[in-house]
């Protein structure tokens, strides 16, 4: 079974530019997540979507980040524009969803963003 | 209060010993208890999954939970320079499909 897929695995942008990620969640998982990783933390929820509707977005900066998961398949994270705070590992995760003992959550490889 | 607390570490043991990293947690909804490995420039790994209370056993890695304290344990035994990575505790309750992390414990096996 293929994993989590990520892209572009490592980015160095401007402060001020914008940026874009990409993930494909595993086959038949309905519930994507994004999360932003700082050196040294745990990882910190940017956004859950079931299927293609918005679960929780409430710590996402939404005025500067935005998310989208058309068709209920593989996502977008854009970020513009860029802050220096913005260094950090997007990590793309997804689960099956629902209350089954079997629900637990795959990480990507993740995206590594520098901002300078 | 945080969800779910962890030591950062780092822990720094020489190879063979007894590891145990640590999470505690104060919400009692928490029925679902997961441990990640995370090594450098990789994303998390899920290493054991656990419901409720009790023992789990995998190879060389062991996972417990004791629900009555909020205290989920891993026991990692003889340990190897391939351990030294980042672990994550996490949890969710029943009815819920959000995961809570620990912020993770740094872990050095030195040869």
């Known amino acids: 079974e293929a994993g989590v897929a990520q892209s572009p695995r490592y980015k160095i942008i401007e402060k001020r530019q914008s940026v874009a990620f990409w993930c494909n969640p595993i086959?038949?998982?309905?519930?994507l997540y994004w999360y932003q990783q700082i050196l040294g933390q745990g990882p910190k929820l940017l956004i859950q979507?079931?299927?293609?509707?918005?679960?929780?977005d409430s710590q996402l900066p939404k005025d500067r980040f935005s998310a989208e998961r058309l068709k209920g398949v593989d996502s977008t994270l854009k970020i513009q524009p860029a802050k220096l705070e913005d260094s950090a590992v997007y990590l793309c995760a997804s689960s099956s969803g629902g209350n089954n003992l079997g629900n637990t959550i795959y990480f990507g490889e993740g995206s590594w963003l520098t901002v300078v | 209060q945080k969800e779910v607390e962890q030591d950062p570490g780092p822990l720094s043991v020489p190879e063979g010993a007894i590891v145990s990293l640590n999470c505690t947690y104060s919400n009692s909804a928490f029925q679902y208890f997961m441990w990640y490995r995370q090594y450098s420039r990789k994303g998390p790994e899920l290493l054991m999954y656990?419901?409720?209370?009790g023992n789990k056993e995998d190879g060389r890695f062991t996972a417990q939970v004791d629900k009555s304290s909020k205290y989920i344990s891993l026991f990692i035994r003889d340990s190897q320079p391939s351990d030294s990575a980042t672990y994550l505790c996490a949890m969710r309750a029943y009815n819920f499909n959000k995961f809570y992390f620990g912020s993770g414990t740094k872990l050095n096996v030195k040869p």
């Open positions: 979507f079931q299927n293609n509707g918005v679960v929780d």
């Open positions: 086959s038949g998982h309905a519930t």
């Open positions: 656990t419901y409720s209370s």
